[in-house]
């Protein structure tokens, strides 16, 4: 089995540099003249590179027992996947007729322009209802969710559990940094398994419903365009 340095090393390899639109249209000219698509990519591929600068940033952490830094990175690389996962479920939807293309259209400007600092006029996706959508494909993203968060907020985990320790015979605390004590086992399972889901949501599941869609495109073209034009 990889171990998560191999595994990112190998993706350092394989990340995309850029898009041609000029290219989509030579491959499906029908399906490529919508947005929608050329967004789906241009998400995935940022969410990649994402995942992979999350991913080395919190391996280098973790390596060096810096724990607290590792597991709030990796939530964000399990919100990173969610995304990715959701984008997926949505399009698979259209595929089967559960969501209007033109909804779809808008989700994927949303996704890719959403903010919650009113920085862009899109705002953004909740990301614990992503999650939960999320778990209904890879059962226990959730609960892995809700540990790093402890981890990563002024809670009991996050400050008295892994900061101190108390002496109730000598009626004494004493004070230290437990995180890799406490949290060193459980941070590399972590990892490999948002990792490898990761995966194969990007290598797997994507590409073949990328190629539904264009199908789906090229079938559906001269109704799209009836609804567009509002005939």
């Not at 390596?63 to 949505?90: C, D, K, V, W």
Request: proline share 3%; with cysteine; glycine share 4%.
């Amino acid at each position: 089995m990889e171990t998560p340095s191999e595994l990112l090393a190998r993706w350092s390899d394989s990340r995309c540099e850029s898009v041609s639109v000029g290219g989509l249209l030579a491959r499906c000219p029908i399906a490529h003249k919508w947005k929608a698509p050329y967004k789906s990519i241009v998400l995935r591929e940022t969410l990649f590179w994402r995942m992979h600068d999350l991913g080395q940033q919190a391996q280098l952490l973790f390596s060096h027992g810096h724990l607290l830094g590792a597991r709030i990175l990796l939530r964000s690389a399990l919100e990173t996947l969610a995304i990715l996962i959701y984008l997926n479920q949505r399009t698979e939807a259209v595929i089967t007729g559960d969501l209007s293309f033109f909804e779809f259209d808008g989700l994927t400007m949303q996704l890719l322009m959403g903010s919650r600092n009113k920085s862009t006029s899109h705002s953004s996706i909740n990301i614990l209802t992503v999650l939960q959508k999320a778990e209904k494909s890879h059962s226990g993203l959730v609960s892995i969710h809700e540990r790093l968060s402890e981890s990563a907020h002024p809670n009991f985990d996050g400050v008295l559990y892994t900061y101190s320790a108390s002496d109730p015979q000598k009626y004494e605390t004493t004070f230290s940094n437990r995180w890799a004590q406490l949290f060193s086992q459980e941070q590399e399972p972590a990892m490999l398994f948002v990792f490898a889901v990761f995966e194969s949501e990007y290598h797997d599941i994507w590409p073949n419903l990328m190629h539904q869609l264009e199908s789906w495109l090229r079938d559906n073209d001269a109704a799209l365009e009836r609804q567009k034009n509002g005939v």
